[in-house]
């Protein structure tokens, strides 16, 4: 996996390292948008955090200090972000069923489902 370094932050888990990479993927294929991810390089640590989304990128690379010769980061072609799920419609809560009376020992299992 070939990536760009474009910078540094504080690793986001806290665990103490105060220059975890913000990275960019660069062999993305079919012409996808590649979006930045942050690696913390920390003793004990190793965490890889992915944006998803364009506002996750912008999010995350406002935080960053770049990186000495670093390039500017490409933003993402027009068109390659996904729409927004849209929601489905609150559920009403159902009460949970009334449980079956057991008929002695074996109820549970041999009753067939009567009281």
Do not use: W
Not at 1 to 10: F, N
Not at 21 to 28: L, R
Not at 32 to 41: D, F, G, I, N, S
Not at 66 to 86: C, M, Q, S, T
Request: hydrophobic content about 30%; aromatic content about 4%.
């Amino acid at each position: 996996m070939a990536s760009k370094l474009l910078g540094r932050v504080p690793c986001p888990v806290k665990c103490g390292h105060d220059a975890a990479f913000v990275k960019i993927k660069t062999d993305k294929e079919g012409g996808k948008a590649a979006y930045p991810y942050v690696h913390c390089p920390g003793h004990n640590c190793g965490i890889q955090l992915h944006t998803r989304t364009q506002e996750q990128a912008q999010h995350l690379l406002a935080m960053t200090r770049p990186e000495k010769g670093a390039p500017d980061v490409p933003a993402a072609p027009p068109g390659d972000e996904k729409p927004e799920p849209v929601l489905a419609p609150a559920q009403t809560e159902k009460s949970p069923p009334m449980p079956v009376k057991s008929a002695g020992l074996f109820g549970g299992l041999f009753a067939g489902g009567q009281p």
